[in-house]
């Protein structure tokens, strides 16, 4: 679960929120020191962004199912991205084949997160 965390940036506060469940639900699941309910287990997969099932399978040793977290639109606009979510973006723009979109918005984003333009020599491989 920690791990997890540290991957998709969040707070467990945020989590129990994403989860619709409490932050002393979550305290009391990662400690071991009740039994999880079937409603807990959702909640955790919710507020991790692990598919339906993946509690039961880490509690019998296995690997939880991660979904696809989608970058919200307004990190993007704004800038306000994790390395994680700008590696998601451009490969994303990547995957549809369109170059000049992805240069675009390498650009874009690059600006944002240093506070100046992309220099000319630094985009030789444009």
Excluded at 13 to 22: D, K, L, M, N, V
């Amino acid at each position: 679960m920690e791990r997890r965390k540290e991957e998709l940036g969040l707070s467990w506060p945020e989590i129990a929120s994403r989860g619709g469940t409490t932050r002393e639900t979550l305290l009391q699941a990662r400690n071991g020191s009740s039994r999880l309910r079937s409603s807990t287990r959702r909640a955790i997969e919710l507020g991790l962004s692990w598919a339906a099932g993946s509690v039961a399978r880490i509690l019998e040793g296995g690997q939880p199912t991660t979904m696809d977290e989608p970058v919200p639109r307004a990190a993007i606009e704004s800038g306000d991205l994790s390395p994680q979510q700008v590696v998601k973006v451009l490969s994303a723009l990547a995957d549809l084949g369109d170059a000049s979109l992805f240069w675009e918005t390498y650009r874009t984003l690059y600006a944002r997160v240093h506070g100046t333009a992309l220099d000319e020599s630094q985009d030789q491989i444009n």
